[in-house]
């Protein structure tokens, strides 16, 4: 018998954390934040089997595209204490 576990925690700028730091890793790329003007680097992490993204059918077509999606996402949530990803 198989059993499943699921962790689900908030990416917090107010922690420091980057929304485009947590998806480039996850991918395993390289992804510019236009927020803190930095790359952040995982293309030599292994053990990444997909990386799609799914959207919805109205969503725009550019946020097909990882960096512009979560750029997108950091720019819209403006406070220093904002709460950016699950």
């Not at 730091?21 to 089997?49: C, M, P, Q």
């Not at 997108?72 to 406070?79: F, I, L, P, S």
Request: hydrophobic share 35%.
């Amino acid at each position: 018998m198989a059993l499943f576990h699921l962790s689900v925690t908030q990416t917090k700028r107010s922690a420091g954390q980057s929304a485009i730091a947590s998806a480039a890793y996850r991918a395993g790329e390289r992804l510019y934040s236009e927020y803190y003007g930095e790359y952040s680097d995982y293309t030599h992490k292994g053990g990444v089997i997909c990386s799609d993204i799914l959207l919805p059918s109205h969503a725009p077509p550019e946020y097909a595209d990882r960096q512009t999606l979560w750029n997108a996402v950091e720019k819209a949530e403006r406070g220093k204490n904002a709460q950016l990803a699950y």
